[in-house]
């Protein structure tokens, strides 16, 4: 069984920054072999995709945060990464930490871009 747990969240100004952590813990599986991603859920909307990354470290981003979210991996300390910078309004969400091609998921974790 995975456990995930995202921390990182929090309030920030438009233009600002912050970075998301997702720390994988349990037993009987290889954090390095799991596809790990980031989906978000706006109020009344559905949980989409924000990004993704292989084992081997290739990466997948949503069409409205390329080029300003990185999602990165540390096998070593099993855990994943989000830096988003630029962030805009539209980017306020529950984040959730996904692993395993959405067979584990975290309890997600509020961003909320506002001035």
């Known amino acids: 069984q995975v456990q995930l747990v995202e921390s990182g969240g929090g309030l920030v100004q438009p233009g600002g920054s912050l970075r998301l952590s997702c720390a994988a813990s349990?037993?009987?599986?290889?954090?390095?072999?799991?596809?790990m991603a980031w989906y978000r859920q706006a109020p009344g909307k559905q949980r989409d995709l924000v990004a993704g990354?292989?084992?081997?470290?290739?990466?997948d981003y949503g069409d409205s945060v390329k080029g300003r979210f990185t999602i990165s991996r540390d096998n070593a300390r099993k855990t994943v990464y989000l830096q988003m910078n630029n962030l805009k309004s539209e980017d306020t969400a529950v984040y959730y930490c996904?692993?395993?091609?959405?067979?584990?998921w975290g309890q997600g974790t509020q961003v909320t871009v506002s001035s």
């Open positions: 996904s692993g395993g091609a959405r067979a584990y």
């Open positions: 349990g037993s009987g599986f290889d954090f390095s072999l799991l596809y």
């Open positions: 990354i292989t084992y081997g470290r290739r990466t």
